[in-house]
């Protein structure tokens, strides 16, 4: 069986720049999960000793935060720099300029509209800097059920997919008076997903390794899947299934941006043995 990985896959910018950030700031603390991979933030609280505090309050004066790459609610940063805590920002930039558009354009009149998964922590964030409010959606049809001002600000979560965003921009510009759409979807969210689409209309079986709670890969999941029907979401070698090898002759492969090279190669391997 032929075993490939796509063009693009893996770790991205803000999640190098994240972990090289909580390698330099041993023994501290980061607010929420740093990246959503729990595997990796094992190995930083084993090999750092960083740990994971889910409550931002119970920073003490003179603690190290870590604030993690999908960023964090406004007011929360204003609390733990005012309470004296130690902040050490490890947000992407690619999550840092929606969050500034938001506000930037909310102050300026315009209705705010994000793209994206509510619950998600980097929308809670940008959303959070939206000074006047921002409505969040995730469809189409829930853009029609808004109640919009004629001058309206379109962001995207950053790892969404580019044409489900378009769709909306599309829905949008006819509609409205004036309406400014901000390419907020970073450029390995398209990279990665260009290449899984390419990799996963010629394999007969795919695997996407990442998180479960991590939004990205979940997207090159749902990409790979429509081309391939014989895709499967893991999160390292553990979860394969011999049986998904059967009679299959190519087996592509992609990672989640949160996704380390240590687990992707122990995944080729396992996928080797069984091959």
């Not at 299934?241 to 391997?269: H, M, Q, R």
Request: charged share 30%; hydrophobic share 35%; glycine share 6%.
């Amino acid at each position: 069986m032929k075993i490939e990985l796509a063009e693009n896959y893996g770790f991205c910018f803000g999640v190098k720049r994240a972990i090289k950030i909580a390698e330099e700031n041993s023994k501290a603390s980061t607010y929420g999960p740093l990246i959503h991979n729990s595997k990796e933030i094992a190995r930083l609280d084993t090999d750092f000793k960083v740990g994971l505090v889910d409550d931002f309050t119970t920073f003490k004066s003179g603690e190290k935060a870590i604030v993690r790459t999908h960023g964090i609610v406004k007011d929360e940063l204003a609390a733990l720099k005012a309470k004296g805590v130690d902040v050490v920002d490890a947000t992407c930039p690619y999550v840092t300029k929606p969050q500034e558009i938001a506000q930037e354009m909310s102050e300026d009149g315009y209705d705010v509209v994000i793209f994206g998964d509510e619950s998600h922590p980097e929308i809670k964030g940008v959303k959070s800097y939206a000074t006047h409010g921002a409505q969040v959606v995730t469809s189409v049809e829930e853009v029609k059920n808004l109640k919009l001002k004629e001058k309206i600000a379109l962001v995207a979560q950053t790892t969404r997919k580019v044409e489900d965003y378009m769709a909306i921009a599309t829905y949008l510009i006819p509609r409205y008076k004036e309406v400014r759409v901000f390419n907020t979807i970073c450029n390995a969210t398209f990279e990665n997903q260009d290449a899984v689409d390419k990799i996963s209309k010629d394999a007969d079986v795919m695997i996407v390794i990442g998180g479960k709670n991590s939004s990205n890969t979940k997207e090159l999941f749902s990409i790979a899947k429509d081309n391939c029907p014989s895709s499967y979401h893991i999160e390292d070698e553990t979860e394969l299934d011999k049986s998904w090898f059967n009679d299959k002759k190519f087996c592509g492969l992609s990672a989640g941006a949160s996704t380390p090279d240590w687990i992707i190669k122990n995944v080729i391997n396992a996928i080797q043995k069984i091959a």
